[in-house]
């Protein structure tokens, strides 16, 4: 049986069946037969069944997603940037295993399991907020701080004052499902995001970076972004400056 | 009316032949064929960025004036003159008049209940004490789907007249539980249990935060209010496994929720 910990992303051979262990409890089987694509899930003593009708030649891919949510985060200690401060921190935000076909070079996730936890949360007014999942973090200005492990994507973030007061952080939206994913040697890394923060009355704008997250080690891309940001700068600006930090 | 009456009368009879009920369906083909591509255009213009019950409304009056149109060019193209019929309107109008005054005043009310956008197709809502899910926005009314199947008809007059409760009308929705614990109870430890429950469940939203009130004395225990938050969708589950885990805990901790007791006592008891 595979284990996660040391398992390659990627396309996989289901000549043989695939078993693989998640967590302790969870095992993940993979089998095909013709066209018929089973991926069971066995939990808790039971097992959750689902079968899927491919073509025959179809590939079958395992990767890493993030969560189909934005994540709010919230510092684990009491954060304040001065102005013209700067944070660089990572965020480690728990990964989803994701069973894909790949048909023409176009990827289309069948399953996806969470490997960690993650609380529901809403960010925003009542009204017009919206559902994101929430995450308190400790902000580890260096990745090795964190016990890094494969199951965990870490997103680099840096937050600029540009404000001429004490920015005191509270809470910021990260917005996972538009970032890309990157896979080092030791860990799996999501895109770069920029946060400049004018004050708390405005909105403030948010970019994420096509760039490798680490600058000094080369990576290699295992996963697109599941939304894709709109292309018009002008929209896509107005999506992040408009979410970034008014929850 | 009589002179109405004997000149259809005559006119099919003696007019109907095989080219006349060619013409009549050829007119009502394409008659229904231009009145479809009239929605089409009005919905993909005019209604493009409007609500379903907009949606519902306008289409339902671009049929009710094209049918009538349709209907008046066929009666012309049989022969019916139109100003029989236009004279007999003048006194059918006012028979019709008098005898729809509540239908009038239904599908005004409903152009102002579409106005107000209080709600949409398939909201939940609370007219009366009646609730269930809009389920269609016709002229006159508005059609309910109860959660045990039941299609109920409220007129618009009723509705503008009522208070009307959405219910799912934002993304989440507090659930306050009203909960009655002995006078002899910790309320800092019920506090923290509850506080627990809230962080523990999965389907609870830990942002908004949990709502918990000492709400009053009441005679046979304190009354404490717990609210909390979730995804209006999971409204059964959020109340059925709040309620199970409030009492398994509170059996654990030994907290009792005070109910009245009815003690009975046989006569032959000496007390």
Known sequence: ?247 | MSKLYNSIVTNLVEKIDLSMVALVTATLVIGIFLLNIIKLIVNRTVLNKSNKQTKMLINKLVSYTGFSILFIIILGEIGIELSTLLGAAGVMGIAIGIASQKSLGNIISGFFMVTEKSFEIGDVITVGDKTGTVYSVELLSIMLKTFDNRLIRIPNESLISTDITNITRFPIRRLDLDILVAYKTDLQKVASILERIAIDNPILLDEPKYYFQIKNFEDSGILIVFGVWFEKENFLAVKNSLMNDILIKFRENSIEIPYNHIVIKKESDNI
């Open chain 1, 1 to 247: 049986m595979d284990n996660l910990e040391t398992f390659n992303w990627g396309k996989i051979n289901l000549s043989e069946n695939l078993k693989i262990e998640l967590k302790s409890d969870q095992i993940l089987e993979v089998l095909k037969e013709g066209n018929n694509l089973y991926i069971n899930l066995h939990k808790n003593g039971s097992i959750i069944k689902n079968r899927f009708i491919v073509p025959e030649d179809v590939d079958i891919e395992l990767s890493p997603s993030f969560p189909e949510l934005p994540i709010v985060i919230r510092s684990a200690s009491k954060l304040a940037i001065f102005p013209g401060e700067r944070l660089n921190a990572f965020v480690e935000v728990p990964m989803l295993l994701s069973v894909n076909t790949i048909i023409d070079g176009k990827s289309e996730s069948l399953f996806e399991e969470p490997l960690g936890t993650l609380s529901k949360s809403f960010f925003g007014n009542t009204e017009n907020g919206e559902l994101a999942y929430s995450l308190e973090t400790p902000l580890y200005s260096n990745i090795e701080d964190y016990k890094v492990n494969k199951l965990m994507g870490y997103c680099p973030i840096s937050i600029i004052n540009k404000s001429n007061s004490i920015m005191n952080f509270d809470r910021m939206i990260l917005r996972v499902p538009n970032l890309t994913i990157y896979r080092y040697p030791d860990y799996l890394a999501g895109s770069p995001v920029h946060v400049t923060f004018t004050s708390f009355e405005q909105n403030n704008q948010s970019t994420i970076k096509k760039r490798n997250p680490i600058q000094n080690l080369k990576p290699v891309m295992i996963y697109q972004p599941r939304q894709v940001a709109d292309n018009n700068l002008l929209r896509k600006s107005f999506y992040f400056i408009k979410t970034i930090y008014n929850g």
